[in-house]
């Protein structure tokens, strides 16, 4: 649990330090790293409870670390994160939701696939805020950065979904990312 939280704190340090090199780099590193954190956090986590204490500290984490790094910066610039507060808190509840997911594929039901569809959705919505003009737009995402997030939600699939799930994850994750695209991306 206190791993979690070190661990999201030393992640969002280096995410702090990677967002003074090259713009694709870091958009790469942030926030998949944070993601696969929040995964491996929910998925070894001994309880829901856990899951959701330990997601909870993994986040804080690397907000904590990442807000630290806005100190030593002069005006008013937030790193990764966004650029306003509710971003901020997006993203968070992000990774916390994507955590507790992660806790729920454990089920051996048809409840676990759901679970895990909609931790790869969550993970997808990530990198589709990246590829489309935004305000978290990334030139020069398009195709590596997207490869790096697809190869993540295959990953992500595999891993979390159990075998005779996998189809209706995929599905899922589709459907999430899908939603995101055509409603928040393109303002419709």
């Known amino acids: 649990m206190v791993l ?3 661990v999201g704190m030393l992640l969002g340090g280096v995410g702090a330090l990677s967002a003074y090199g090259p713009g694709l780099p870091n958009a790469i590193y942030n926030p998949y790293a ?6 491996v956090v929910g998925r070894t986590a001994a309880g829901f409870g ?3 204490l330990s997601s909870v500290l993994a986040a804080f984490g ?3 670390s990442t807000l630290s790094a806005t100190l030593f910066e002069p005006g008013d610039w937030l790193t990764s994160l ?5 971003t901020m808190n997006l993203t968070v509840v992000n990774l916390v939701t994507i955590g507790v997911l992660s806790y729920l594929t454990k089920r051996p039901d048809r409840w676990g696939g759901l679970a895990a569809g909609g931790a790869v959705g969550l993970a ?3 990198g589709t805020d990246k590829m489309m003009p935004g305000p978290e737009f990334v030139p020069g ?3 590596w950065g997207a490869a790096v997030m697809l190869v993540l939600a295959v990953g992500m699939l595999i891993s979390l979904a159990r075998r005779r799930d ?3 994850s995929a599905l899922i994750a589709l459907a999430l990312g899908a939603f995101h695209f055509v409603f928040f991306t393109t303002g419709i």
């Open 124 to 126: 997808l919505f990530e």
């Open 50 to 52: 856990w899951a959701v």
């Open 82 to 86: 966004g650029d306003d507060g509710a």
């Open 4 to 6: 979690s939280l070190f």
């Open 62 to 64: 690397v907000l904590l």
């Open 141 to 143: 995402f398009w195709p």
């Open 166 to 168: 996998r189809i209706c």
């Open 34 to 39: 944070y993601v696969l954190l929040a995964v």
